[in-house]
């Protein structure tokens, strides 16, 4: 840490989820300090062409580069740990 942060502990209790959704689609928007993602989801019983946004989660840049790191890493090691090949 440099001396101008200070860490916070954060204690992040598990029984607050608020809700889960399911998306099969979903779009990043960047900005200079801030990333947006939406995640739709689309009813797949035809005549539904629409999809919903079921979720919208802006975040600092920092903090999505963070997220997008974890999520590389953490599929990586499901794929090695299930012997697949990544990409």
């Known amino acids: 840490m440099t001396e101008n942060t200070k860490e916070i502990k954060i204690n992040v209790k598990s029984d607050t989820i608020i809700g889960t959704n399911y998306a099969q ?5 960047v900005t200079d ?9 689309v009813n797949p019983r035809p005549p539904v062409t629409e999809g919903k946004v079921v979720a ?28 697949k090949k990544n990409g």
């Open 56 to 83: 919208r989660i802006t975040m600092p840049l920092k903090s999505a580069q963070g997220l997008s790191k974890g999520i590389v890493d953490t599929i990586k090691k499901h794929e090695e740990k299930k012997g």
């Open 25 to 29: 689609i979903s779009s990043i928007t």
């Open 33 to 41: 300090t801030d990333v947006t993602m939406e995640f739709v989801y």
